[in-house]
């Protein structure tokens, strides 16, 4: 069975919901990110990174979000969350997470955590300053040129999905007004319709949160 670690408003929520999607057995663990679980011994036995997601499998421990996210769907290839016999639209795939895993978290976390990027505090203000610019830059991207309409990639859901979900629900912390993108308001509401969601959401504690109000 599948071990999945995960922490709370991370990342790991793309994971969490690819798992339910495809219909996976697998143990959930929680890490106290506030708490600094990540860093503990026991955990970075595991995950050196000391990071989430993290998936232990039977040949292995895998992390990273987008490795994560096309082993599941080459794992269980009837949920057809990734086009696994088309090496074209599958590098498209790979494409759109990869930019969401090099360059929008990326500009997240500087906003959130620039003391990984300097020391100096006058550095960090600046990057903390610049975030929201870039980072609505970013979704502006997506939204003119790379989202395809009623999904990412179209008409078929894929794990590119439940990855432009998770990031796109930090834009209001992340000081990004959600509705300077239509396209991105119109795909989270369907994804709350989704039981994969739904079910993900719950287990961590934040569907009544992330339903309130925008």
């Given at each position: 069975?599948l071990k999945?670690y995960?922490?709370?408003?991370?990342?790991?929520?793309?994971?969490?919901?690819?798992?339910?999607?495809v219909?996976?057995?697998?143990?959930?663990?929680?890490?106290?990110?506030?708490?600094?679980e990540q860093?503990?011994?026991?955990?970075?036995?595991?995950?050196?990174?000391?990071?989430?997601?993290?998936?232990?499998?039977r040949?292995?421990?895998?992390?990273?979000?987008?490795?994560?996210?096309?082993?599941?769907?080459?794992?269980?290839?009837?949920?057809?969350?990734?086009?696994v016999?088309?090496?074209?639209l599958?590098?498209?795939?790979?494409?759109?997470?990869?930019y969401?895993c090099?360059?929008?978290?990326?500009a997240?976390?500087?906003?959130?955590?620039?003391?990984?990027?300097?020391d100096?505090?006058?550095?960090?203000a600046n990057?903390?300053?610049?975030?929201?610019?870039?980072?609505?830059?970013?979704?502006?991207?997506?939204?003119?040129?790379?989202?395809?309409?009623?999904w990412?990639?179209g008409?078929?859901?894929t794990i590119?999905?439940?990855?432009?979900?998770?990031?796109?629900?930090?834009?209001?912390?992340?000081?990004?007004d959600p509705?300077?993108?239509?396209k991105l308001?119109?795909?989270?509401?369907?994804?709350y319709?989704?039981?994969?969601v739904?079910?993900?959401?719950?287990?961590?504690?934040?569907l009544e949160?992330?339903?309130?109000?925008m």
């Open positions: 069975m999945f995960f922490g709370k408003n991370t990342c790991s929520l793309a994971t969490h919901i690819a798992l339910k999607e219909g996976a057995n697998f143990e959930l663990v929680e890490l106290d990110m506030r708490a600094g860093c503990g011994s026991e955990y970075l036995k595991i995950n050196p990174k000391g990071r989430v997601p993290t998936l232990v499998t040949k292995g421990v895998l992390t990273e979000t987008p490795a994560i996210l096309m082993y599941i769907a080459q794992s269980f290839p009837d949920a057809r969350l990734a086009p016999e088309d090496a074209y599958l590098a498209q795939i790979q494409a759109f997470n990869s969401l090099s360059t929008v978290h990326v997240h976390a500087h906003g959130m955590r620039g003391a990984r990027w300097a100096d505090p006058c550095a960090i990057l903390k300053q610049k975030a929201p610019q870039v980072i609505g830059d970013c979704f502006d991207l997506i939204e003119r040129f790379m989202f395809v309409g009623p990412v990639h008409e078929h859901y590119s999905d439940p990855y432009f979900f998770t990031l796109g629900r930090w834009l209001k912390s992340d000081g990004v509705a300077r993108f239509p308001i119109a795909h989270r509401t369907r994804m319709e989704r039981p994969a739904s079910v993900a959401l719950l287990n961590e504690d934040r949160e992330e339903l309130a109000p």
